[in-house]
């Protein structure tokens, strides 16, 4: 069975651009969480999806934004890069809302590197 | 606001020796607690985890341990090896939100 997979796995942006990440989750799921991983930090939630809809909200600026499409794949979008934009983006996915299981599971993330 | 603390943030041990990692939440209706290992390049991937109504759990050479009073857990790697090398990170799930928390993460190199 498939894992969760993102695309690209890197991608080079300058200050300004738009970058667009992707997220397919694994067979079943229809979580999707975002977070944000710079450089030898920790994890930062972004945004959490479910059943098509946003349902949380990490503390960034409207500019992260994303949405989920009827096959719980989703976007991770972000307007106006900056230079602190550069991290590593990891989607995970779960049964919904963590479901009676919970685990989460990471896909192997997209690099975003913003010059 | 919903926090976990995550304790050491580096952490060197010679091969065969024990590693124990521990992390300390906040938030009381958090009711689930996963633990990850990030390998250099690699996504976080789920090595253990406990729910809220058991103590400890086992599996091999890891176990972790829940003390809900205290709202502590920790994770225990026996008989480490140098493959064990990585970044371990801690997470606390609110029960009503499903939000996930992370720590900020531990280095823990094994010495061969």
């Known amino acids: 069975e498939a894992g969760v997979t993102q695309s690209p796995t890197h991608l080079i942006k300058t200050r300004g651009q738009q970058a667009t990440l992707r997220c397919s989750p694994i067979?079943?799921?229809?979580?999707v969480y975002w977070y944000q991983q710079a450089l030898g930090l920790g994890l930062q939630f972004l945004l959490w999806y479910d059943e098509g809809e946003e349902r949380n909200r990490g503390n960034f600026p409207p500019r992260f934004s994303g949405r989920q499409f009827p096959n719980y794949s989703s976007e991770l979008n972000v307007n106006a890069l900056e230079l602190e934009d550069s991290a590593l983006y990891l989607c995970a996915s779960s049964f919904q809302g963590g479901g009676a299981d919970g685990e989460l599971f990471f896909g192997e993330g997209s690099r975003l590197t913003v010059l | 606001g919903e926090n976990v603390e995550q304790h050491p943030s580096t952490l060197s041990v010679q091969e065969g020796d024990s590693a124990v990692i521990k992390c300390t939440y906040s938030d009381s209706a958090s009711n689930y607690f996963p633990w990850y290992k990030q390998e250099l390049g690699k996504g976080p991937q789920l090595i253990i985890d406990i729910r809220s109504n058991v103590g400890e759990k086992k599996d091999q050479r890891i176990a972790v341990t829940l003390n809900k009073t205290a709202k502590h857990f920790s994770l225990h790697i026996t008989e480490t090896q140098p493959e064990d090398s990585a970044v371990y990170f801690c997470a606390a799930r609110d029960s009503g939100t499903y939000k996930y928390i992370f720590g900020t993460g531990t280095r823990l190199k094994v010495l061969a």
């Open positions: 067979s079943g799921h229809t979580s």
